[in-house]
């Protein structure tokens, strides 16, 4: 997709740091109208706008917890109000509170999947609304709508002390699959992006500690750690016209993680 050709509206979840940061601002290059949500880092989410406006996007701060309802309402209201519709969802926003299985505390499960599960449902569900009021295309014209999932490895890779966390994703992956079928008949296309390891603060103190980021490499048959350029890159394009007969399908950006990396040199 060209640079600054973009007029399509763009709402980012979790757009503060991280992937939902580097996405907004991909979208912002290419001169979309990006509406960024965060929940408490006020001052990411001002940063990723300055980024969205100097890549001569437009952009729309506005502060919302995606697993409460009335929230995400307000949070959809508020963004067509500004740019009169909606094109493209980013479910991005995602939290998580490691713990072992048997420690776990249902307030420790119930947070994890109330943001990355129940919000991905509450704002696609507002989006999907959206965009069935908007007028049905001909069979040969582009989607009325898109709607991508960020997810994760773990939906696939089970991942020990962290059962919520793999849970949730897990459910995203067939959440985005039945969704797709759902409304594929509508001109609505739905997929999901899977990454690996990026490089975000998050966990920063893996790929900084020479020695963490020594074994986590063990895990990447390609040999380097994602950057969140490379899923914002990829979100652009999963949203874009040139990728239109493409639905209901997980994209792992992983550098050959889920290839299983012990059976490089024939287990």
């Known amino acids: 997709m060209p640079a600054k050709t973009n007029t399509k509206t763009i709402l980012i979840t979790g757009a503060s740091s991280g992937i939902g940061q580097a996405i907004a601002i991909a979208f912002g290059q290419q001169g979309a109208n990006v ?16 980024q969205v406006v100097e890549g001569g996007g437009r952009g729309l701060i506005h502060q919302a917890d995606v697993g409460k309802e009335d929230e995400v309402e307000a949070l959809f209201k508020k963004a067509i109000s500004e740019f009169g519709s909606l094109d493209v969802l980013i479910n991005n926003a995602g939290i998580q509170r490691d713990s072992a299985f048997s420690e776990m505390t249902l307030e420790q499960w119930d947070s994890v999947i109330s943001t990355n ?7 696609a569900r507002e989006a999907i609304k959206h965009f069935r009021s908007k007028e049905h295309p001909g069979d040969h014209t582009g989607a009325i709508g898109n709607i991508i999932f960020i997810s994760s490895v773990h939906d696939i890779i089970p991942w020990a002390g962290h059962v919520n966390y793999a849970s949730a994703k897990g459910g995203i992956l067939m959440l985005m ?26 966990n920063d103190e893996v790929w900084k500690d020479e020695q963490k980021k020594a074994e986590l490499l ?35 950006i992983d550098g050959g993680m889920t290839l299983y990396p012990g059976f490089i040199d024939n287990g």
Request: net charge negative.
């Open 117 to 123: 599960l129940t919000g991905q449902f509450l704002c």
């Open 177 to 202: 699959k039945s969704l797709a079928l759902e409304v594929a008949p509508q001109k609505i296309r739905v997929n999901g992006i899977s990454p690996g390891a990026i490089a975000t603060d998050i």
């Open 35 to 50: 509406v960024i949500n965060y929940y408490k880092d006020e001052d990411g989410a001002n940063h990723t706008l300055q």
């Open 218 to 252: 063990k895990l990447i048959p390609y040999g380097r750690i994602g950057q969140p350029e490379d899923v914002g890159k990829l979100a652009v394009w999963l949203a874009s016209d040139e990728s239109d007969y493409i639905t209901g399908t997980t994209i792992y």
